[in-house]
């Protein structure tokens, strides 16, 4: 008993001794500045809460205050958005840098001299700040786009606040996150496709190849095989010959009708609108029951490969007392007939052509008609951050063509779902203008914003592909024995 309760002892003040050595080593610490000091710890991460469209910032360490609030007083030095550097600083610390570009100084024969623009000196572009080179109407202007974006990087460079666009032009290619070439190409199709007499070849051919032997030929494309690079094809018929070349590039299409898998895809390419050609309906203040049209085509009616629906709905819906189905071109007021015609109906067609996608839909959006969408093969611009199903109504080739199926698919929508999705058209329109001055949100921007989701990607392929390149194996020997 005398040897138990000796050990009891023993251990109490093993114990006590421990607490007691213990308590004098964090009193001793609390003397000593900068330990536990909370004026000297790292700032503590600030946290940004949006509440009805206002920037609110919270201290993450104060996040329970004792009114149960998780806001704090924004500091003074603090704001929601300041500039450092001419870039864009988030109330986070993040920069939203503009996507960088590299243009190619081409010879004006591939851009505006397609427009029968004369440089003057040695420029070989125009001065945009006196006059612009302007772009033929009709259908041409609906596969514009490398003009837009062309005259958008060549405004970059005179931007007083560069933070504000999505792309500017940088100089120094090493400094791009892409390369952008500078063709246009849909304009050379729709102009010098054709052969002239005692041609072999035509002239948009020639500077395809042209083109091609140019691009190839640069370090930039040397270093990084072609992926950094940007080539615009948006004509479906457009770098035929080319497209086979340089498909490791980029390319900005219509769709993917006319090219196999391996040449273009989602993966790397960008899908961009077309430039709507009916006009804008400014100020709309129609609704449900003065659109009086329900179903609305006016086109081409007979067309091959995946067209064929086209003339299978034609004989479906023409005797429908509130459908207009009818053949129409650009020719004889066409455009005119039609934007009057899209700007009283409720619900427009866009059925798939030669090619999956037509510049129907996106006159429709700018008519604010609620499209119908009958094309199973179709990509959209901006799908992954835009949810067609809320202002667009799709339907499979094999329903709509079944006798009844469309008409009352299309009757079935109430006048309130039909006013929400035409309210929705009006909100996103904005996204798919081309313009100049670009201006946020425009279509233009948003091209630029999807080549921007591209750039990881193209940065991890390329540095993967640098892994082995520099490598030179020696001349393989075999295994030796060591000898005394």
Not at 343 to 360: Q, V, W, Y
Not at 448 to 463: D, E, P, T, Y
């Amino acid at each position: 008993m005398a040897e138990k309760r000796g050990s009891s002892i023993t251990k109490i003040a093993f114990l006590c001794l421990f607490m007691t050595t213990t308590m004098m080593f964090v009193l001793s610490l609390r003397g000593r500045p900068g330990l536990f000091d909370h004026k000297t710890r790292p700032a503590e991460k600030l946290l940004t809460v949006f509440n009805n469209g206002d920037s609110q910032t919270s201290n993450q360490s104060n996040a329970e205050s004792s009114n149960g609030s998780n806001r704090a007083i924004l500091a003074n030095s603090e704001k929601q958005r300041v500039e450092e550097g001419g870039f864009q600083v988030s109330c986070n610390g993040n920069l939203k840098e503009p996507l960088k570009i590299f243009l190619y100084d081409l010879d004006p024969e591939f851009h505006f001299g397609l427009l029968d623009w004369k440089p003057q000196g040695n420029s070989v572009w125009p001065d945009i700040r006196t006059k612009i080179p302007s772009y033929p109407g009709g259908l041409n202007s609906q596969h514009s786009i490398e003009y837009w974006l062309t005259l958008d990087l060549l405004a970059s460079e005179f931007s007083e606040n560069p933070s504000s666009r999505e792309a500017i032009r940088v100089k120094n290619s090493s400094e791009a996150d892409l390369i952008f070439v500078p063709f246009f190409s849909s304009l050379s199709y729709n102009r010098y496709s054709k052969l002239s007499p005692h041609q072999k070849k035509s002239k948009n051919w020639e500077l395809q190849e042209k083109l091609v032997k140019f691009v190839m030929s640069q370090k930039e494309w040397k270093i990084s095989g072609g992926r950094n690079h940007v080539v615009l094809a948006h004509h479906p018929n457009s770098m035929l010959n080319a497209r086979m070349q340089l498909w490791p590039a980029i390319f900005i299409l219509s769709d993917f009708g006319r090219y196999p898998i391996n040449v273009a895809n989602l993966d790397k390419d960008v899908i961009a609108p077309y430039k709507h050609v009916i006009k804008s309906y400014v100020n709309d203040s129609s609704d449900f029951d003065s659109r009086k049209t329900l179903l609305y085509f006016q086109g081409a009616i007979y067309r091959k490969n995946g067209g064929f629906a086209r003339q299978e709905l034609y004989y479906l819906l023409k005797d429908e007392k509130d459908v207009h189905f009818s053949f129409g071109s650009v020719q004889r007021n066409g455009i005119r007939q039609a934007s009057q015609g899209m700007h009283s109906s409720k619900f427009c067609l866009n059925i798939a052509g030669d090619t999956p996608s037509s510049n129907r839909l996106f006159d429709a959006i700018a008519s604010h008609c609620v499209p119908v969408i009958i094309s199973d093969e179709i990509e959209l611009p901006y799908e992954d951050i835009l949810d067609y199903t809320e202002f667009c109504i799709f339907i499979r080739t094999s329903d709509a063509v079944k006798k009844g199926f469309l008409i009352n698919r299309i009757r079935s929508i109430t006048k309130d779902k039909w006013t929400q999705m035409w309210e929705k058209l009006k909100q996103v329109e904005p996204l798919f203008e081309f313009q100049y001055p670009s201006k946020e949100g425009d279509a233009i921007q948003m091209i630029w914003q999807s080549l921007s989701h591209k750039v990881s990607s193209v940065k991890m392929k390329i540095n993967k592909s640098k892994r082995y390149s520099r490598f030179v194996p020696r001349k393989r020997r075999g295994l030796r024995t060591r000898t005394k």
